[in-house]
């Protein structure tokens, strides 16, 4: 009984240092990517749900089956109703593809020609985007 809760325990400890790697990495790669660009308060990249409001400054006005004119807003707000009973499904899907527009924009931007195998991975693999972001964010940056 003692070695199961040993493993478990040693995989919640690397699951959370996992997160908080990714986390750091995400956070630092929006932030430069938004300081390229000009992007005012770019270190909002660091707090949960105004990183998604830089990710939309980074985007800027796009279309994805209709025309999403201030995805800054928009993103944030659908991840955020996700919570509401009844329409919070309705939310998470709606901000979950939104999500991903904005990702592909991001990555399209600055890596056109692998831009769809990024998003795939991305949506396959979740702990792709932070790296990428990262990546993407690094070189923006001239480090």
Request: hydrophobic letters at 55%; one cysteine or more.
């Amino acid at each position: 009984m003692e070695n199961i809760f040993a493993l478990i325990g040693s995989m919640f400890i690397f699951f959370v240092i996992g997160g908080l790697v990714l986390y750091v990495l995400s956070s630092l790669g929006l932030m430069k990517i938004a300081q390229s660009k000009g992007i005012e308060n770019s270190w909002l990249a660091w707090i949960p749900f105004a990183n998604l409001y830089i990710m939309g400054k980074i985007v800027g006005p796009f279309k994805l089956i209709i025309d999403i004119s201030k995805p800054e807003v928009v993103l944030p707000i659908l991840v955020l109703c996700s919570v509401i009973p009844l329409i919070g499904f309705l939310c998470s899907i709606a901000g979950m593809i939104l999500y991903y527009g904005v990702l592909y924009n991001i990555y399209s931007q600055y890596k056109q020609k692998s831009a769809q195998t990024m998003l795939i991975l991305s949506i396959l693999l979740f702990f792709m985007s932070p790296i990428y972001l990262f990546n993407i964010g690094q070189e923006v940056s001239g480090n």
